[in-house]
């Protein structure tokens, strides 16, 4: 532990050493003792081992922490055990969304909720190009009030990719807009989350996927061949990554 003033609280005391993405959330096959590899982006066709994925020791003290560690819980049950929560839904043979009929919107919305806020208080450079202006105290509002609705700024929208290898890379996570509209995009665990950060009413490509409390979760499947994000991948491993490639 080090000693520093939390980014939660504000309070100085000692921090702890904490993840930003849930560790469980970090793909590594079942069975396997080798570690995670990091490519850099700074220094191309650089790597680095990482056996428990990426934390912070300057970001929170244990008793921050503890404000989401029941939502982390759920939320990895949820994500790594999808099949169990949600039924595949296909379209002309294709498998197209899972939908969930039930699961626990106030938990997992406020996991995803606070994940935006850790992205944005990290000084990592893995989260450096997050930058959430106004929304990152907005977001501490909303997990002090622990009532994910309380601000309606915020929309969650989730999609999986269907390569269940290699569509679980992680990417920096990093701002988009569609249509006008801000969003932090954030890949984990063959996912990705777009949480709007925007008054401005949500594009109409997420409509359908977008979480609404009281009603079924529709978790999107995308194709992973011939994505940007595999693209992406390709150029970080081959060490050719233009520098301005998460920047969008």
Not at 11 to 38: C, N, Q, S
């Amino acid at each position: 532990m080090v000693k520093g003033v939390g980014k939660f609280c504000g309070e100085e005391g000692k921090l702890i050493k904490a993840h930003i993405i849930p560790k469980r959330l970090y793909y590594k096959p079942e069975g396997t003792d080798e570690p995670l590899m990091v490519y850099s982006s700074d220094s191309p066709g650089r790597t680095e081992p990482s056996w428990t994925g990426i934390y912070d020791r300057n970001l929170v003290c244990g008793v921050c922490e503890k404000r989401w560690d029941g939502w982390d819980s759920y939320a990895v049950d949820f994500l790594r055990n999808l099949e169990k929560h949600a039924e595949p839904i296909y379209v002309q043979g294709e498998l197209t969304f899972y939908q969930a009929d039930k699961y626990d919107y106030q938990k997992l919305k406020l996991f995803f909720i606070s994940l935006a806020w850790r992205c944005g208080a990290s000084q990592r450079p893995e989260f450096s190009l997050v930058s959430l202006g106004l929304y990152q105290d907005r977001l501490k509002e909303v997990i002090e009030s622990k009532d994910p609705d309380c601000h309606s700024f915020v929309d969650i929208s989730v999609f999986r990719f269907d390569d269940t290898k290699l569509g679980r890379i992680h990417l920096p996570p990093s701002g988009t807009r569609f249509e006008g509209v801000n969003y932090l995009r954030v890949h984990m665990y063959g996912y990705i989350v777009y949480v709007k950060l925007d008054k401005r009413h949500r594009p109409y490509l997420f409509q359908d996927y977008t979480m609404k409390s009281g009603q079924n979760l529709k978790i999107g499947v995308r194709p992973f061949k011939g994505s940007p994000e595999e693209k992406l991948i390709k150029e970080v491993v081959s060490g050719n990554l233009p520098s301005n490639s998460f920047k969008t």
